[in-house]
């Protein structure tokens, strides 16, 4: 091999190492950016949290550690009763959406019947559907019930949002499983609710987690239908409540107060989401790999 193909050589590796550099950089220069987008506004709420007064107005990156916000909200019994009233919402409403959702998915994904796939895209397109366009009906609905201005009418309708979604991710977590398992118990003579209740549903930990949380964040985290069908402050649910926080005077605008807020009624989606995070993925990836 000749000097002048020896030095080549040399260049072209240098070359090859400083591009991979290039790129290695770029990727975490390109990760370090969509982690600032994605959490400096989570930060700068924290931050704000802890502003008062004029302070709101200087730019600093570290808390000011004066918690006087989070002393007002929690005085506050109608911040305080809203929280409870989300909670109590968001856990029935989920709870419901899961047993009927369950029901449904075996039924549409084990019991095979001609209109089967026909209820599918039904329950695939109602999910799609904005809140706005069922806001009109819901409302005869409800007063129709009799529900206005009670929790349960949240309840009521936040299955029109929940169902549907739990419905579909069910449905296809029970068609990946095997059928084996089923055909093993009804030659054994169970029943399909015994073998949904002893058979499938241990296995459906990771699904029912997963669209659990969700339903749950998403019941948590609703704001139009709440505030359209509850009109009083002891029924008011965490966004409404959020949105109608007042200052001391028409003209003060309470961002501090809001700020602690929005960090107070996110902490417990943000404890949740650690404690099934395991679940949470393994449910949402079941079926994407199959062998």
Known sequence: ????????RRYSNATYRTLRRVKTAGLYAGVAAVLV????????AIVSSTKTGQALYQFTLLPALDFSNYRQLFD???FMGALVNSGVVALVSTAVSLVIGILAAYALGRLHFPPGRIVLIAVLMISVFPQVVVLSGMFEVIGWLGLYNRPSALIVSYLILTLPFTTWILTSFIRDLPNELEEAALIDGCSRLRILTHVLLPLMGPAIASTGLLSFILAWNEFLFALT????????TVPVAIGLLTGSSRYEYPFGQIMAASVTVTLPLLVLVLIFQRKIVAGLTSGAVKG
Do not use: G
């Open 1 to 8: 091999m000749t000097v002048s193909a020896v030095t080549t």
């Open 229 to 236: 069908f509850i009109l009083t402050d002891e029924n008011r």
């Open 37 to 44: 987008y994605m959490l400096f506004p989570y930060y700068w």
């Open 76 to 78: 506050n019994p109608v």
